[in-house]
């Protein structure tokens, strides 16, 4: 096929799927019953101080949220119509920062369990979350942007911001099934938001309960920068555009997760910045053969494309 012909039916496709993505948007009445499944949280710890977060209910008289919502916590509440709960156990993922509060006569409407499973690229997503200190439930709307394999599930990164106070919430996918928990963001002003998996939570929710107020660990995300996942490693010098950082960050880990469609398009990137259009083409090629839905690969194999034809 001729390459200016390709380069157009390529922009054809990126420009079709935004159209689509765009027009995409839950019912009221979806966003009405799901905001009824998202819950305040209001923590006292154990120094005195005092924290927010918020809650999914999962399960009759059971609620996940994040672990660092409840870290180090003697008296957890859980709000329901303005009346509040007290939790009494907790079932910890230090690791995975998702900890399944269990909190009696919680007359709340039970979520959906969906999975990741389903989820494409550039699917509708949308979160329910309590930011700040607001008493009604706030939602944002987005897309999954990328998918990080990681312990039998994936992480989920997705453009729906969140604010602080929104940390155990829920995001959905377009049927309304509860896909993730809003969990962490990067530093910046161009943060990258991220999920944890829906089947994180399903695996704990077999796990045995212990009293709230326990000794605690770090999760994954607040290991030392060298000690987090490779795709935490990779937004500082993509945000910065420190593309030789970038480069080598990224075929560290090509060679650790060489099945995992982000380290090679990461890796293409760098490339494609570094003026190595081959090896960025070889490496695109890579990552379509891994995941023929992601979008930006193709839009980056354009402008290649573009560039070196002047289409």
Not at 65 to 92: L, Q
Not at 123 to 129: D, H
Not at 151 to 166: C, E, H, K, N
């Amino acid at each position: 096929m001729n390459k200016r012909i390709l380069a157009f039916l390529c922009s054809i496709l990126v420009n079709c799927l935004v159209a689509s993505i765009a027009s995409a948007s839950p019912s009221a009445a979806l966003v009405q019953e799901l905001n009824a499944q998202v819950l305040r949280v209001q923590v006292k710890h154990n120094n005195g101080s005092h924290g927010l977060g918020s809650a999914v209910v999962i399960g009759k008289d059971h609620v996940v949220t994040n672990c660092h919502v409840v870290t180090d916590a003697h008296d957890v509440e859980v709000i329901v119509n303005g009346v509040s709960h007290v939790a009494t156990e907790v079932k910890p993922d230090w690791h995975h920062d998702l900890c399944i509060l269990t909190v009696a006569n919680l007359n709340a409407p039970i979520a959906k369990m969906g999975g990741t499973k389903s989820l494409k690229y550039e699917a509708s997503v949308f979160t329910v979350g309590y930011p700040d200190k607001t008493t009604q439930p706030v939602n944002t709307f987005g897309v999954v942007k990328e998918m990080f394999p990681m312990d039998g599930s994936v992480v989920i990164r997705a453009t729906s911001p969140f604010r602080l106070g929104a940390s155990g919430g829920g995001v959905f996918d377009e049927s309304g099934s509860l896909v993730g928990i809003i969990t962490l963001k990067s530093r910046g002003t161009q943060a990258h938001y991220y999920y944890m998996p829906v089947e994180w939570v399903q695996a704990l929710m077999q796990k045995p309960a212990q009293v709230l107020g326990a000794k605690s660990e770090k999760p994954f995300w607040a290991a030392n920068d060298m000690q987090k996942p490779y795709f935490m490693q990779v937004v500082q010098p993509y945000v910065s555009k420190d593309w030789k950082s970038l480069l080598a960050i990224s075929l560290k880990w090509v060679s650790t997760e060489p099945n995992t469609a982000e380290s090679w398009f990461y890796l293409a990137m760098a490339e494609y910045e570094t003026n190595a259009y081959d090896k960025a083409v070889e490496h695109l090629n890579k990552v379509l053969s891994l995941n023929e839905d992601h979008v930006q690969a193709i839009a980056y194999l354009n402008k290649i494309t573009q560039k070196t034809t002047g289409a």
